[in-house]
């Protein structure tokens, strides 16, 4: 197997693979990882093609394309994910490397279900640090890290998962 | 204060970066390497109103308001000739020259009031501003006044792109703000420079491919020319990240 970049420590084709190829991301959450997971991978097609329509056309691809050819991505952390219906937030912090110097980025990002379909709809960086939400996960419960599998089966499992 | 003023075509103002017209600049992509300047001016200076006019005015943290110059620049290290000057020192384009340089040494980004003290060469420079060069400017009036109205007509024209652009920059970029405020507060002042893509993305110019493989061979060679300058890294890497941004929209099949 091939562990996915966004930390979820799952399979890459049980994680963000399918979301970039084109399924519907179960939560905003997924699909946040899946839009750093494309950004890694370079494969810009999945972040235009899950913007918001009212921002779509704002999207300057070549200076993304230049970002993600730039930067080394070093990790994904979910601070915090809340979904209300159609509306969700993820705020999450990003590390990379740039210009050989090690940064490190949080935003509150912003998103919106259109036909089933969950769409980034905006950004605010470097938000007001928030208090990290901690809750007592039970065994089958929806896993936090927003894969959409029950916590024993994912993050919660006691058997480690095998490598390769 | 000389009020007279001849241009006795020394080529020296034609060193160094070039503020250019919307127009100009794209008229001129397969020429120039394009950027976007943006020229803090703090409140209080006399300026002031000019520059919120044909750019934008910005809101600080401290209730104060910085006004802002944005503008589409031939972004060219201050030691490298136009590219447009040629071996006699003339310019090599003189018919289609960017209204920038018809306009010198008068400068429409000021009010026409102020344009007396705009006469004075750098040093350096080799205009005549004896008894025997002709009258040039009068009771604060510019007395051959075409290309100043010209230049001034064009900048008023296109505010309504600038301030699109500005408001999409301050939405995306909202850490643009520290950096202008930042730079507002040096003695000479400053500037920041952003890029051409963000531009052709935020007026959504209908041909951004046709500008990007005019740019591309013009920013490539800027590359080159400043590869092995280390008091140039600063253009140096605009250039680069330039080229590969103009890179990437040539080739779209759009």
Redesign the interface.
């Known amino acids: 197997m091939t562990l996915c970049p966004c930390g979820s420590k799952l399979d890459y084709a049980e994680c963000c693979g399918p979301i970039i190829d084109g399924a519907l991301a179960p939560t905003a959450e997924a699909l946040m990882r899946s839009r750093y997971t494309a950004f890694v991978q370079r494969k810009l097609d999945h972040i235009e093609r899950t913007h918001a329509p009212e921002i779509k ?7 993304a ?2 970002m993600a ?1 730039e930067c080394e991505w070093r990790s994904l952390e979910i601070r915090n994910a809340t979904e209300t219906g159609d509306t969700a937030q993820v705020e999450f912090t990003i590390k990379f490397r740039r210009d050989k110097q090690d940064r490190v980025q949080t935003e509150l990002a912003s998103f919106r279900r259109e036909n089933g379909e969950w769409l980034y709809v905006s950004g605010d ?1 470097n938000p007001k640090v928030t208090q990290r939400v901690v809750s007592k996960v039970g065994r089958n419960d929806p896993c936090p890290c927003g894969s959409g599998k029950k916590a024993k089966k994912c993050c919660g499992t006691t058997t480690e998962l095998e490598q390769e | 204060m000389t009020q007279r003023f001849h241009c006795t075509a020394c080529g020296k103002c034609c060193y160094g970066q070039l503020p250019l017209t919307v127009n100009d600049a794209f008229k001129h992509a397969d020429r120039f390497p394009l950027a976007m300047v943006w020229t803090p001016l703090r409140q209080g200076g006399k300026d002031f109103a000019t520059v919120s006019q044909l750019g934008a005015t910005i809101k600080l943290a401290n209730r104060k308001e910085l006004a802002v110059l944005i503008v589409p620049t031939a972004y060219i290290p201050p030691s490298f000739p136009c590219p447009a000057l040629a071996a006699d020192n003339l310019c090599g384009i003189h018919a289609d020259k960017p209204s920038r340089c018809r306009t010198m040494p008068f400068y429409p980004y000021r009010q026409e009031q102020f344009q007396a003290e705009l006469l004075k060469p750098q040093p350096g420079w080799a205009c005549d501003t004896s008894e025997s060069a002709p009258l040039v400017f009068a009771d604060k009036k510019i007395l051959f006044r075409e290309d100043f109205d010209a230049e001034r007509q064009e900048l008023e024209e296109q505010i309504p792109q600038i301030r699109r652009y500005a408001d ?1 920059m301050l ?2 970029t ?2 643009l703000v520290d950096n202008l405020a930042k730079v507002s507060l040096k003695p000479k002042g400053g500037q920041v420079v952003t ?1 051409l ?2 531009f052709l ?2 007026i ?1 110019h209908p041909n951004a491919q046709q500008i ?1 493989r005019q740019q591309l061979p013009v920013l490539n060679s800027y590359v080159e020319e400043t590869a092995s300058e280390s008091s140039l890294v600063e253009y140096h890497r605009h250039y680069l ?1 330039g080229a ?3 890179q ?2 040539a080739q779209q099949a759009r």
């Open positions: 056309d704002d999207f300057n691809r070549a200076e394309e230049r050819e960086l | 999409y939405k995306y909202p850490q890029s893509s963000s993305t935020a959504r990007a990240s590969k941004e103009m990437y929209l």
